[in-house]
């Protein structure tokens, strides 16, 4: 199977409800892509959000409508009010800021787009990479192992959004390449700490 892509959704959420009939935020999403990631993350944080699923088969992302929201015709992309944002990682931070846990500090916040960017431009080519995978997989998951070992999230004792970042691709490695976590307990316990969150089972979990 296939790294999970940006122009195409992981599992497929055409019946899914949201909590208002006219929320502000808009999220665009295809089946197999990236936008399950970003609905995880909306889900944690309670934002009433309207989930639209292209149809890509027809071109529905290549259509001057779409284009003017990602002009690069992929997907995730979402529409809050007026602003559009497009890019997974982006998304995140952005809604880290507006509706999350931001931290005040340059440093903290620094942190946190260090680990998304790590998700989206390193584990994610590292585990999804056919060619890459037996070599770069080892020297990332032992880094991630070591570092919960004594913590149950990335950042300490509470879940964040790079726990969304990193861990998203930790369940696509194990559910579509059928990575196997064995060699990593640490890793493997807190996939499942994850796994056990409402958010989860709605999104990731729901397929």
């Known amino acids: 199977m296939s790294y999970p892509s940006q122009e195409s ?8 409800q949201v909590s208002q009939s006219s929320p502000q935020l808009k999220l665009y999403s295809g089946l197999r892509s990236r936008a399950t990631i970003v609905q995880w993350y909306l889900e944690e944080l309670g934002v009433p959000y309207e989930y639209i699923l292209l149809d890509m088969k027809a071109g529905e992302h290549k259509q001057p409508e779409y284009l003017s929201i990602n002009p690069m015709g992929k997907v995730p ?20 800021n507006k509706y999350g846990e931001t931290p005040s500090s340059l440093e903290e916040q620094s942190e946190i787009v260090q680990w998304v960017l790590f998700a989206n431009a390193t584990l994610g080519l590292g585990l999804f990479l056919e060619d890459r995978r037996e070599k770069e997989a080892p020297s990332l998951l032992k880094p991630l192992n070591e ?10 004792d509470n879940f964040s959004v790079v726990d969304i ?10 559910i579509l390449v059928n990575f196997d976590f064995k060699e990593y307990p640490a890793v493997a316990d807190y996939l499942m700490r994850l796994s056990e969150r409402p958010a989860f089972q709605q999104t990731i979990g729901n397929r």
Request: proline share 2%.
């Open 165 to 174: 970042a990193v861990g998203s691709y930790l369940f696509y490695a194990k």
């Open 147 to 156: 570092l919960l070992t004594n913590k149950p999230f990335l950042l300490g």
């Open 9 to 16: 959704e992981f599992s497929s959420q055409e019946n899914f």
């Open 77 to 96: 992309a979402i529409v809050d009010g007026d602003f559009k944002l497009w890019e997974s990682g982006a998304i995140l931070v952005y809604l880290a």
